[in-house]
């Protein structure tokens, strides 16, 4: 059936997102409020799916969790690549 498969998704972006957040300091509402700048903003419950491998953050989510941690969007999403 036409679409009924999943399209392949990192295995370490849950993991690499909580080590941002925590290497920031931060708490899940303060990082949504960190992101509050992004088109549909995500809540700190949404951090916390996103944290729990529930959800996939948006292109523009991934790429201002990258400018926080300083890292290029690939390392987020490239399993072989780990944060430094």
Avoid: W
């Avoid at 972006?13 to 957040?21: E, Y």
């Avoid at 996939?56 to 390392?75: G, H, K, M, N």
């Amino acid at each position: 059936m036409k679409g009924s498969k999943r399209r392949p998704r990192p295995k370490h972006l849950a993991k690499k997102l909580l080590a941002i957040r925590n290497q920031l300091g931060l708490t899940q509402a303060e990082m949504a409020k960190q992101l509050s700048k992004i088109p549909s903003p995500p809540d700190g419950a949404m951090i916390s799916r996103y944290e729990r491998d529930e959800r996939e953050p948006s292109l523009f989510a991934l790429l201002a969790y990258a400018r926080l941690a300083q890292v290029s969007v690939e390392t987020l999403i490239d399993d072989k690549l780990s944060l430094k």
